[in-house]
């Protein structure tokens, strides 16, 4: 199973930005739908974004919409999340995710996602 580690979570003020980066071990990255999903205690694991195996097609949830970014360099086997203009409500551990299967092309279930990181934890203060 494809190892996936992330990092670039930190505290930061509202209306800041971060860069999440999750880079993947395994040499068959390149063929796997990719997202991002986030977490708060209590509460199930959310869809935050995700995009196709070249990056060319990518889906968000509406609550980040316009603010983050899902992006990926196939070269380096990582896959990034922009996040700008962020709101306390953004606060979470993020995890990022490699589809089940490579037909999955815009996968928004935690369901259709096998593999997964540890997770990076962003708190944003008000």
């Known amino acids: 199973q494809e190892q996936l580690a992330e990092s670039g979570g930190g505290l930061v003020q509202a209306g800041g930005s971060l860069r999440l980066s999750c880079a993947a071990s395994?040499?068959?990255?390149?063929?796997?739908?990719m997202g991002w999903f986030r977490q708060v205690p209590g509460k199930e694991r959310e869809f935050v974004a995700v995009l196709n195996w070249s990056g060319g097609s990518t889906d968000y949830a509406d609550s980040v919409k316009g603010r983050f970014t899902i992006s990926r360099d196939n070269a380096k086997n990582t896959v990034y999340l922009q996040m700008n203009s962020l709101k306390p409500e953004d606060t979470a551990v993020y995890y990022c995710?490699?589809?089940?299967?490579?037909?999955?092309?815009?996968?928004?279930?935690?369901?259709?996602?096998?593999?997964w990181g540890q997770g990076t934890q962003v708190t944003v203060n008000s």
């Open positions: 395994d040499y068959s990255f390149s063929r796997y739908a």
């Open positions: 995710a490699r589809a089940r299967s490579a037909s999955y092309h815009l996968a928004t279930q935690s369901t259709d996602f096998d593999s």
